[in-house]
């Protein structure tokens, strides 16, 4: 993982199983790693557990424009993005509504 050293990754859905311990594998190859997640506890426990100092853990909805362009404004320029966020709303897919169904594509594929 040398050449992963300091760079700049931005984790995207921090808080999951998949992406804290990947910003704990980043964080210990060197990068200069920050975290995103919706929720504020668990945010904090993810940036624990992967030495992530808490000025780089960023309460965030990545649906919304604000929360990214304002995360945009306070980190350096992104090397590597990991978009390691994810919903599942779990439902017969007749039973889905129009705005569930616009929130799992947006979240998972936009």
């Known amino acids: 993982m040398e050449k992963i050293k300091d760079k700049v990754v931005l984790v995207v859905g921090g808080t999951g199983t998949i992406g ?10 060197g990068a200069d ?8 506890n668990k945010l904090k426990e993810a940036a624990d557990f992967a030495s992530v100092p808490p000025q ?3 309460v965030a909805d990545i649906t919304k424009p604000r929360d990214l362009q304002y995360i945009a ?6 090397d590597i993005l990991i978009n390691a966020a ?3 709303i779990i439902k017969n897919f007749e039973d889905l509504t129009a705005e569930e ?3 799992t594509i947006s979240v998972n594929l936009t």
Do not use: H, M
């Not at 404004?73 to 992104?78: E, G």
């Open 86 to 88: 994810g919903i599942g």
């Open 56 to 58: 780089r853990a960023f």
């Open 33 to 40: 790693v920050y975290i995103t997640g919706r929720d504020e």
């Open 101 to 103: 169904f616009e929130r």
């Open 20 to 29: 804290r311990y990947t910003a704990k594998l980043l964080q210990s190859s």
């Open 73 to 78: 404004s306070v980190i350096p320029p992104v």
